[in-house]
């Protein structure tokens, strides 16, 4: 699992996350949900990535816990068992979700004006 942190000043733009991710390959449709809503653990056939647009959420893979939060985007590979919870201050909270069948060779970073960094 890749995180990637978000250090713009400004919010990030639902439009450019959706268009970084098509390009990279990905369906990609919006995602909402409600504060405290749960996901038990599961995993995907498929490379799953969220790119966290408003609120938060927590999500755990090997007994580690990430909190993302707004400009947040993490990568999941296909098969990687994970669990989420939705930890929005203010409902809903809501993300580009994104799904396809090929791995990447890598994450796209936009240029570092953006306020992106990767987590070691």
């Known amino acids: 699992m890749t995180v990637l942190r978000w250090r713009g000043?400004?919010?990030?733009d639902p439009a450019a996350l959706r268009a970084v991710l098509e390009a990279e390959g990905?369906?990609?449709y919006a995602w909402t949900d409600a504060?405290?809503?749960?996901?038990?653990p599961h995993a995907h056939d498929a490379d799953q990535s969220h790119w966290i647009v408003r609120g938060g959420m927590a999500l755990t893979?090997?007994?580690?816990e990430y909190l993302l939060r707004p400009g947040d985007r993490d990568?999941?590979?296909?098969?990687t068992?994970?669990?989420a919870r939705v930890v929005a201050e203010r409902q809903?909270?809501?993300?580009?979700?994104a799904a396809r069948q090929v791995a990447p060779a890598a994450?796209?970073?936009l240029p570092p004006d953006d306020g992106r960094q990767e987590d070691p």
């Open 75 to 79: 990568w999941l590979p296909a098969g």
């Open 81 to 83: 068992r994970h669990s």
């Open 26 to 28: 990905y369906a990609v």
């Open 61 to 64: 893979v090997g007994g580690e």
């Open 92 to 97: 809903p909270a809501a993300a580009v979700r």
């Open 35 to 40: 504060r405290g809503t749960t996901y038990p």
């Open 107 to 109: 994450l796209t970073v």
């Open 9 to 12: 000043s400004v919010p990030p």
